[in-house]
């Protein structure tokens, strides 16, 4: 069974400040990963999805990684702002009938 | 529509009594997850459904929570005799094509069982 790890559980940043969130997968066979930012009593927001056979994409300030052999990813989010505030969560599915989430890294910008 | 959509947005109940929720996915997204995420907790699969296939239903907890999809549409999960444990965030997602495209989840219904 596919486990999904994301480090740090918790992060605090000072406005402006550039950051990197972490996520680790056990089984490198995988179709992609998508990234999710999830804001309080809120549902879901989609950020990214990258595809097992790209390294990076890219949306605005945003930016995924991917590295399938060694099972991670990360998001790097660039001159952060209060507004990134929010809980952020990695996903990747098996065959497609579910998704493996990761525990998620809550993040606070500080203005 | 635009989104995944859910309703209710929240819903309080008394113990025993049943409830159903609501999921209209995104019009031509042939696969429907539903998740269940308690306080603090992550992401709880449930049920998942796609095309006209038999819904894998691995994830529902107790015989008492029941899904379905009606004309490959809307997708109503019904919980039974609600307990307190029942008390969580229930989303719903849907995608193009399963394990290839973005899944988009919808705002969920928040379910307080008293």
């Known amino acids: 069974k596919q486990e999904v790890t994301q480090i740090p559980a918790a992060l605090s940043v000072p406005e402006g400040e550039n950051l990197v969130l972490n996520c680790s997968f056990t089984?490198?066979?995988?179709?992609?990963l998508q990234w999710f930012r999830q804001d309080p009593g809120k549902g879901l927001t989609s950020l990214l999805l990258?595809?097992?056979?790209?390294r990076e994409q890219t949306s605005g300030r945003l930016n995924a990684s991917l590295d399938k052999s060694s099972g991670r990813s990360t998001l790097y989010i660039a001159a952060s702002q209060p507004g990134d505030s929010a809980t952020y969560l990695c996903?990747?599915?098996?065959?497609?009938?579910?998704?493996?989430f990761g525990t998620g890294t809550s993040l606070t910008v500080i203005p | 529509g635009a989104g995944v959509s859910q309703s209710p947005s929240n819903k309080v109940t008394e113990k025993g009594k049943d409830v159903e929720l609501r999921c209209d996915p995104i019009?031509?997204?042939?696969?429907l997850y539903w998740y269940r995420q308690s306080l603090g907790q992550g992401l709880e699969f449930l049920i998942y459904?796609?095309?006209?296939?038999?819904?894998?239903k691995s994830g529902l907890p107790s015989d008492r929570f029941s899904a379905e999809r009606t004309g490959g549409s809307v997708s109503t999960l019904t919980i039974q005799r609600t307990q307190q444990e029942d008390s969580a965030v229930y989303l719903c997602?849907?995608?193009?094509?399963?394990?290839?495209?973005?899944?988009?989840f919808g705002q969920g219904t928040r379910l307080t069982v008293v």
């Open positions: 019009s031509g997204h042939t696969a």
């Open positions: 996903a990747v599915p098996n065959t497609g009938n579910q998704f493996y």
């Open positions: 459904f796609q095309g006209n296939s038999a819904p894998d």
């Open positions: 990258i595809q097992s056979s790209q």
């Open positions: 997602a849907s995608s193009l094509r399963p394990g290839v495209t973005e899944a988009f």
């Open positions: 089984d490198s066979a995988i179709y992609n």
